[in-house]
């Protein structure tokens, strides 16, 4: 089994605006990294520039990151052990503050790769129903055996 991740965030002001230049021009380091990193398997891209963001009908102001990995450990690690926490550590300078879960966590059959619908489908079971075994966080884990 891999895991499958989906964040989203809502931007406090436009993606052209001065206020964000410095996520923008963050995307692409920070998908590089994603890319090289050990156990990464696969993510959602926006288009073929580096620095596009993903399309979706789901608001202008809102930037969804998605991808499947090998393993917790393998996203654990890119997350919060590579140069991406630093990246993280500046989210509160370009995204609002939400009181719903704006991350999920499921189990995929290998080989298999999840779509947006499906991943949004999976956040909003977390938001209504908490975390079981079909939508969790790092917090409250489950591992594939119990998914």
């Not at 917790?72 to 550590?89: C, D, G, I, P």
Request: charged share 25%; hydrophobic share 45%; glycine share 6%.
């Amino acid at each position: 089994m891999h895991l499958a991740q989906l964040n989203v965030a809502h931007l406090l002001a436009p993606l052209d605006s001065p206020q964000l230049a410095d996520f923008v021009a963050l995307l692409e380091p920070t998908n590089v990294l994603s890319d090289a990193a050990p156990g990464f398997v696969w993510r959602l891209k926006g288009g073929e520039d580096p620095t596009d963001t993903v399309q979706h009908d789901y608001g202008d102001d809102l930037v969804i990151n998605f991808s499947v990995w090998e393993s917790r450990e393998a996203l654990w690690n890119f997350v919060y052990r590579s140069r991406h926490l630093a990246v993280l550590q500046r989210r509160r300078e370009w995204f609002q503050r939400i009181a719903v879960p704006y991350s999920v966590m499921w189990w995929v059959p290998e080989g298999e790769l999840p779509d947006l619908a499906e991943g949004m489908a999976r956040l909003e079971r977390l938001r209504t129903g908490g975390p079981g075994p079909e939508a969790f966080t790092f917090k409250e884990f489950y591992d594939p055996v119990s998914a």
